[in-house]
């Protein structure tokens, strides 16, 4: 089950006795600091925006990959830690299910 609020997140796996919570936290990413932009990209603008109000939606898809999107792939969330909750005394569950109440 993930949860977060986009800053903060977690997945959380187990059962009642053995609770298991990765988290992840916004500023905690794989290497170093990257930039996913594309230096291509504004110069490229006018001619897609061109192309798109002429309907060449194709041509202009083709622009947007070859000069908007980024050059090297970004950056993945790394795991912050896990948090391990043991409940003995909760081995006989049941009907156990998860919810997520957004109200």
């Known amino acids: 089950l993930p949860v977060g609020n986009g800053r903060l ?11 298991k919570i990765q988290l992840n936290e916004e500023t ?4 170093g600091p990257s930039r996913n932009d594309n230096p291509k990209a504004l110069e490229a603008l006018p001619e897609i925006r061109q192309l798109i109000f002429e309907g060449k939606y194709q041509e ?7 000069h908007m999107m980024t050059e090297r792939n970004g950056s993945m969330y790394q795991v912050v830690g896990t948090l391990e909750l043991n409940f003995d005394g909760h081995q ?3 009907n156990y299910y998860r919810e997520l109440d957004l109200e």
Do not use: C, H, L, R
């Open 9 to 19: 997140g977690a997945m959380i796996y187990g059962d009642p006795v053995n609770e």
């Open 28 to 31: 905690f990413w794989s290497g």
């Open 60 to 66: 202009g898809e083709k622009m947007v990959n070859q």
């Open 92 to 94: 006989n569950y049941t």
